[in-house]
């Protein structure tokens, strides 16, 4: 079961997907006087869209921690002898790139990586979202600790203009405008109350725009 997730590295800057540029035409702004603040609201936006589609926009190196395997151990093909994909796995549900290396913690609290062998990263006929990684036997000696397994994967997007990669990974323009919808909400609104001001949520806005590229979990 997953329990813990922590990003290590970006590749990327949130500028990388939605440029100082393109939030000032968005604002109608052409002066520098706000170019700092305006900065700071592209992060945040970034960051916002992240936390609510479960996974990093911006492309990076993310670890996620398990306590413990689902499922039961790998079964054999009697036919041809060779494992079936159907055993203990852990299961990513973000938006996976590449996994690039899996670990387990030993009973000396020592951060040891799974030979390539030991386990089958599942592919994925939905693209580029959860991926299922099985393993053919547990580890000899595992530690107590809450975090027993450690995936480690590259998530997120690439910038557009990104060469040579599949162009499901390339940034949408859909969560671009939702980022840049709040940073238009934000900059022209400055306190978390207006004062005889009535808010009402802007039809076919944030949500609609990002719904689609949520993590959607299937059981």
């Not at 599942?122 to 053919?136: A, C, H, K, L």
């Not at 162009?167 to 900059?187: C, R, V």
Request: aromatic share 12%; with cysteine.
């Amino acid at each position: 079961m997953f329990v813990a997730r922590r990003y290590t590295a970006f590749a990327n800057l949130a500028t990388d997907y939605v440029s100082l540029a393109d939030a000032k035409q968005h604002l109608r702004v052409t002066a520098s006087d706000d170019d700092n603040y305006i900065s700071g609201l592209i992060s945040m936006a970034l960051d916002a869209c992240s936390n609510y589609l479960g996974y990093s926009i911006k492309k990076g190196t993310a670890r996620y921690g398990f306590n413990a395997f689902t499922g039961s151990p790998a079964l054999i093909n009697p036919v041809n002898g060779l494992n079936i994909p159907s055993g203990n796995y852990l299961r990513l549900n973000t938006r996976c790139l590449a996994v690039t290396n899996v670990y387990y913690i030993d009973a000396n609290q020592s951060l040891t990586a799974f030979a390539a062998g030991d386990y089958i990263v599942s592919t994925d006929p939905m693209g580029t979202y959860s991926r299922n990684i099985f393993f053919e036997n547990s580890p000899s000696s595992i530690t107590d600790d809450s975090i027993k397994y450690i995936i480690e994967i590259s998530e997120g997007f690439n910038p557009v203009g990104t060469s040579s990669v599949d162009p499901d990974t390339i940034f949408p323009m859909a969560i671009k405008h939702a980022a840049l919808l709040m940073i238009g909400q934000y900059y022209d609104n400055r306190n978390a109350v207006v004062i005889g001001a009535t808010q009402n949520a802007m039809s076919l806005g944030f949500e609609y725009l990002l719904d689609p590229y949520k993590i959607q979990i299937l059981i």
